[in-house]
């Protein structure tokens, strides 16, 4: 009898146990839950954002979420911190619209353009159109433009760029362009050509302001808008603005016309037949020994001609000048060290690299130095079938400098 009562207490006490919640169990399940996401978000790969410091005047990002550029994934260190799927979608579409540029170097990382973003000593603390075509390589150390898409802009005016070697009968002048844009105007009367009568085109060298020595860079870009009239018959071609350098001020001023030395060079523009772009340089010459590195100048695609007597054409048709509407350019022009072959030329265009040309020698002396603009535009070629087919005009805009890398 005793077994008997014993069994049924034991029993109701099981009965009892059962029938309380595990509520001990639920909350390790929980712990366990909750330690598995964060297991698994330690996984997620770090979200990377370029860092777009320069504003646009209009610039309103202020109040708009930052860019996440899910090109930059990286899975170098892992995070605690959850990520959403929600903010990953977001990312995700926000990127969507926004496609780094393709580099045009060979020696570039694959993930990464050769274009960058402006330093945020940029004129004005600007990025994002003109004024990202204008300035496209970052670092920048010093600079200045007559932009007025900058908040902090100078006028387009001699006092900006103070000349030197002005050719007065054909001073520039300053108006506003077919769109309103202030603008240097360029007239070429029919059979215009070189500085021949009838006199057209604009010549002149300028150091621009003197509170940026441009002698101290060994790195610089130059940038401006040019537009072609409607309706403008390019001919042959002729020469549009470019950087120049030398020795000292007086030899810089050497390298044009046929001749070439080893104390001066300059890198201006052409347009050719149909609008067709290249640059033009005139750079220590490649049949000197000492100089053999600069025929590669020569083999650049689509199209280059070194002419034995005059300047070298290089990426001939790499980009095109449309009649009627504006277009933004940017050289850059990077000094090689004394005794190597690691000078670099480099052009833009609307913000894309066109041409890039590198081992090559500007200089051979720690003398030569960037010295300024060499502000020319004329038709020619030197003979009379380059001439401008007709009274026509080219406007010049937006003119902005960077020195980015020093001596």
């Known amino acids: 009898m005793f077994s008997l009562r014993f069994l049924l207490f034991v029993l109701s006490i099981s009965l009892f146990v059962s029938s309380r ?17 964060h297991a698994l978000h330690a996984n997620q790969p770090v979200l990377r954002r370029r860092d777009r410091r320069c504003r646009s005047r209009n610039d309103t990002s202020s109040s708009v979420p930052p860019v996440v550029n899910t090109a930059t994934l990286t899975t170098e260190a892992p995070i605690s911190t959850a990520i959403t799927t929600q903010s990953l979608a977001s990312a995700s579409s926000e990127s969507s619209s926004h496609h780094d540029r393709p580099s045009s170097s060979t020696t570039s990382s694959a993930s990464e353009p050769t274009r960058t973003q402006s330093g945020s000593n ?49 001073a520039p002048k300053y108006v506003n362009g077919p769109d309103g844009k202030r603008s240097m105007k360029v007239h070429f009367p029919r059979g215009s050509y070189t500085y021949k009568q009838p006199l057209g085109g604009v010549s002149f060298y300028a150091p621009g302001p003197s509170s940026v020595d441009l002698t101290t860079a060994k790195e610089a870009t130059f940038g401006y808008s040019v537009y072609f009239e409607k309706g403008y018959a390019f001919n042959m071609g002729g020469k549009l603005p470019g950087l120049y350098g030398g020795n000292s001020d007086s030899e810089a001023v050497g390298c044009s016309g046929g001749r070439r030395s080893s104390a001066c060079f300059s890198a201006r523009l052409m347009w050719r037949t149909d609008g067709q772009g290249e640059l033009y340089t005139y750079l220590p010459p490649f049949d000197d020994g000492r100089f053999a590195a600069n025929r590669k100048q020569c083999n650049v695609p ?13 990426g001939r048709g790499a980009f095109r000048f449309n009649a009627g509407q504006w277009t933004t350019v940017s050289q850059r022009v990077r000094l090689n060290d004394v005794g190597q072959a690691n000078g670099e030329l480099e052009l833009f265009v609307g913000g894309e690299s066109v041409i890039n040309v590198k081992g090559l020698i500007l200089r051979d002396s720690a003398a030569g130095r960037l010295r300024g603009i060499q502000m020319q535009s004329f038709f020619g070629g030197s003979s009379p079938q380059w001439a401008s087919p007709k009274d026509q005009d080219i406007y010049f805009s937006d003119f902005s400098l960077a020195v980015t890398k020093q001596l």
């Open 21 to 37: 919640p595990l509520s001990d169990h639920s909350h390790i399940h929980r712990r366990s839950t909750t330690h598995n996401l």
């Open 122 to 170: 940029g004129p004005g603390g600007l990025v994002g159109g003109i004024m990202d075509a204008l300035f496209p390589v970052g670092g920048v150390i010093d600079s200045w433009t007559t932009s007025s898409s900058a908040d902090s802009h100078l006028p387009l005016s001699d006092e900006t760029f103070r000349p030197k070697n002005l050719m007065s009968a054909i």
């Open 302 to 314: 689509p199209h280059s001609d070194c002419n034995p007597t005059y300047g070298a054409s290089i």
